[in-house]
């Protein structure tokens, strides 16, 4: 297949202190560490930032690190990043996309206590917390809190789509050396219905308080982010809105390492 002009870069990466987009403000801290959790256990490709712009449904890209973008070992666990560069004119999959919500409770949880010390520290490092917040306050009240969300899946049928995109008989030759493989996107996730509760961080004393007052700040932020960042999605006939996209399950369609999986 003869390649076409490159549409522009596109730069992805998993969440971790290093290769991540760092977060100008509290919020970002612990709807990163959100989006981490709820992508590793869909085991999707978490982006670097959400965005709709990101891993589109019928685009095919070059991807050139890591080699196996679909090993969870790399990918998942050691936070390594993605570069996606797009390759070729896209595929119109509008017709054959499925949009679904997954069950309210899906999303919903306490903040456990492993978490809240995660979260906590995060807080503390990243130095959007005043100083006054004690390290042992910000866990204290993590963990009084709670948050609730449903994810959203949209997905093209497989079959269709490889139907649709044919053989496509594209050679490693065709593409540059320091790609390693050629990926389409096949689902995308978002979520909806963000909702949070502090109230029980309010029966906090002492230094404690100062928690509760910044945790009912910083949940307030992140819910005014969700709402900003929010697109519209068609379910069933019925419209709702939900984040950006924050991740995505890519098919492989060639590797240069044949023992990488391909999706």
């Known amino acids: 297949m003869k390649r076409c002009a490159m549409l522009g870069m596109l730069m992805l990466a998993l969440v971790s202190p290093v290769a991540a987009q760092q977060p100008t403000q509290a919020s970002e801290v612990v709807m990163q560490s959100l ?10 490709v978490l982006l670097d930032a959400a965005s709709d712009n ?6 095919v890209y070059m991807y050139d690190r890591p080699r196996c973008i679909l090993s969870a070992p790399e990918v998942l666990k050691r ?8 390759y070729d004119t896209p595929i119109d999959v509008s017709d054959i996309t499925l949009v679904s919500r997954e069950a309210k409770q899906t999303g ?14 995060d807080l503390k490092q990243s130095g959007m917390v005043d100083a006054s917040v004690s390290l042992k306050a910000l866990t204290e009240g993590l963990s009084r809190s709670s948050m609730s969300c449903r994810g959203v899946r949209e997905e093209v049928v497989y079959a269709k789509m490889r139907n ?28 909806t219905d963000f909702k949070y509760n502090t109230n ?17 700040k910083l949940f307030g932020d992140l819910e005014s982010s969700f709402k900003a960042e929010r697109r519209k999605l068609t379910e069933g006939g019925v419209e709702i809105e939900t984040s950006a996209t924050f991740a995505f399950k890519p098919n492989v369609l060639i590797a240069r390492n044949k023992k990488c999986p391909r999706w």
């Open 200 to 216: 029980a961080t309010r029966t906090l004393g002492g230094g404690a308080s100062l928690a509760a007052d910044t945790l009912n």
């Open 108 to 121: 919903s949880y306490t903040v456990s206590s492993s978490l809240a010390a995660e979260l906590a520290a």
């Open 164 to 191: 649709r995109l044919g053989p496509y008989p594209v050679m490693l030759s065709n593409i540059p050396d320091e790609y390693e493989g050629l990926l389409i996107p096949i689902a995308k996730f978002y979520i």
């Open 54 to 59: 990101a891993a589109v449904l019928g685009h």
């Open 35 to 44: 989006y981490k959790r709820l992508a590793s256990t869909r085991s999707a």
């Open 79 to 86: 936070g390594l990043p993605v570069s996606m560069q797009t």
